[in-house]
T-cell receptor, first 121, second 107 residues
Framework: EVQLVESGGGLVQPGGSLRLSCAASGFTFSNYEMNWVRQAPGKGLEWVSY????????YYADSVKGRFTISRDNTKNSLYLQMNSLRAEDTAVYYCAREIDRGRGRWFDPWGQGTLATVSS | DIQMTQSPSSLSASVGDRVTITCRAS??????LNWYQQKPGKAPKLLIYGASTLESGVPSRFSGSGSGTDFTLTISSLQPEDFATYYCQQSYSTPRTFGQGTKVEIK
């Protein structure tokens, strides 16, 4: 079964840091591009970051650029999101999602269950 | 960045109703449009990719259409398990922007 499991969320003060992890299983992780998507409480989905299968190509949303760092370890089938200089507006459930690339475009499937990061004093 | 606008933001419907949700892109995205369903407390689930291709296992009452800038998700006969929030997403360019969501509620 293809599965993604996030961890690492929690309560942190403004200006603090968190490192989120996403453990992949049931597929060849090193063959797939990966993404982080977040959802603030009661709000919609916001794409956060993308990393290519090899880790050489990375993109960020403007809202997190310079503060967040995406990375992966293909030997451990794991995806990471290092979040620094956290703000209250970064409070959200963070999902990792596998990107599928076929002839009819690209899409996210599956998604993990999400991990909640709360930034508050 | 490409902006995605869904309408309506919410709707009330009854079991058996035909429901249509619209998604409009701020520029042409060809057919690079996906639809996701999200239930409360759960992760989003892929319903449709490439504007009209149904993901494996998704009931045939769901369908998608459109190309360019205007897209539609249709539920032909609403079932109790379909009450959820639906999001469109463009995959034409990065960032992979989402619509703001359409919440389908029970009338």
């Amino acid at each position: 079964e293809v599965q993604l499991v996030e961890s690492g969320g929690g309560l942190v003060q403004p200006g603090g840091s968190l490192r989120l992890s996403c453990a992949a299983s049931g597929f060849t992780f090193s063959n797939y591009e990966m993404n982080w998507v977040r959802q603030a409480p009661g709000k919609g989905l916001e794409w956060v970051s993308y990393i290519s299968s090899s880790g050489t190509t990375i993109y960020y949303a403007d809202s997190v650029k310079g503060r967040f760092t995406i990375s992966r370890d293909n030997t451990k089938n794991s995806l990471y999101l290092q979040m620094n200089s956290l703000r209250a507006e970064d409070t959200a459930v963070y999902y990792c999602a596998r990107e599928i690339d076929r002839g009819r475009g690209r899409w996210f499937d599956p998604w993990g269950q999400g991990t909640l990061a709360t930034v508050s004093s | 960045d490409i902006q995605m606008t869904q309408s309506p933001s919410s709707l009330s419907a009854s079991v058996g109703d035909r429901v249509t949700i619209t998604c409009r892109a701020s520029q042409s995205i060809s057919s690079y449009l996906n639809w996701y369903q999200q239930k409360p407390g759960k992760a989003p689930k892929l319903l449709i990719y490439g504007a009209s291709t149904l993901e494996s296992g998704v009931p045939s009452r769901f369908s998608g259409s459109g190309s360019g800038t205007d897209f539609t998700l249709t539920i032909s006969s609403l079932q109790p398990e379909d009450f959820a929030t639906y999001y469109c997403q463009q995959s034409y360019s990065t960032p992979r922007t989402f619509g703001q969501g359409t919440k389908v509620e029970i009338k």
